[in-house]
């Protein structure tokens, strides 16, 4: 008699904190990427296995590469040995990524995408408390630069491209400063922020957040014993400071 047929399971997918895109004001983002030589899921990065579903090489790809990042560094990054890992020809990821540096700019699209989501999640949960969204939004990015530093060393740096042309990395910055920039409009409605350009409140406190996130990410400045609650408690102090300015007035 004929065996019976055993379908395979299919690949399980867990996406954490999925990460949705909004166009947001292009002048914000412009002057925040012609500005970028910044050295530095919510998980918002898929954890999938290395049969992948046909048709998401693309996304495997940028999923290989992140272990590769962290062991190894950008030199370590190769799409040739990418492809041996994936199982695929060695062409084929040159299908999705024309270059290295394509797939790195990929790669820095997700963190963008995370920041996005982290300032809309804080604006969500604190919809009349434009204070507590700052500092949530604040807080969960330092987190996940934590957890994905070789995620946030890509966002800012140099050499990655900063053009018109590319539509993706582009309209990425767009909505994540797009989101900072909707926090911050919420306060100075509320008259919480004095007079200050939007584009410089936008610029003070990512840049101060962000430097923050990286110096913890280094392993610095924390207590090892408790990491998670010596990075709430400066993260506090640090807020306190941006907020209130380091006049204290």
Do not use: W
């Not at 492809?83 to 270059?99: C, Q």
């Not at 604006?123 to 330092?142: C, H, N, S, V």
């Amino acid at each position: 008699m004929p065996r019976p047929m055993h379908n395979k399971p299919p690949v399980r997918l867990h996406r954490i904190d999925p990460c949705t895109s909004e166009t947001s004001p292009r002048l914000l983002c412009r002057q925040l990427l012609l500005s970028c030589s910044l050295a530095p899921d919510v998980e918002n990065v898929y954890f999938m296995s290395k049969n992948y579903h046909h048709g998401s090489l693309r996304q495997a790809l940028i999923e290989a590469a992140l272990p590769v990042l962290k062991k190894k560094g950008i030199v370590g990054l190769s799409l040739r040995e990418l492809a041996a890992e994936l199982g695929v020809s060695h062409g084929a990821p040159y299908r999705h990524f024309k270059n290295k540096t394509a797939l790195l700019e990929a790669i820095a699209v997700t963190g963008f995408n995370a920041l996005q989501d982290i300032c809309r999640k804080a604006m969500q949960d604190f919809p009349d408390d434009p204070r507590q969204q700052l500092y949530q939004a604040g807080m969960d990015y330092i987190f996940y630069v934590a957890r994905n530093p070789e995620i946030a060393d890509l966002m800012f740096r140099p050499g990655l491209s900063r053009e018109e042309s590319n539509t993706e990395l582009q309209q990425a910055v767009n909505s994540a400063v797009g989101s900072l920039a909707a926090i911050i409009e919420n306060g100075k409605q509320r008259k919480l922020y004095g007079d200050h350009q939007t584009m410089d409140l936008v610029l003070t406190s990512l840049s101060t957040v962000h430097g923050l996130a990286m110096f913890i990410a280094g392993g610095m400045l924390i207590d090892p014993a408790s990491p998670e609650s010596s990075i709430e408690a400066l993260g506090k102090r640090v807020y306190n400071i941006l907020l209130h300015g380091m006049a204290g007035e």
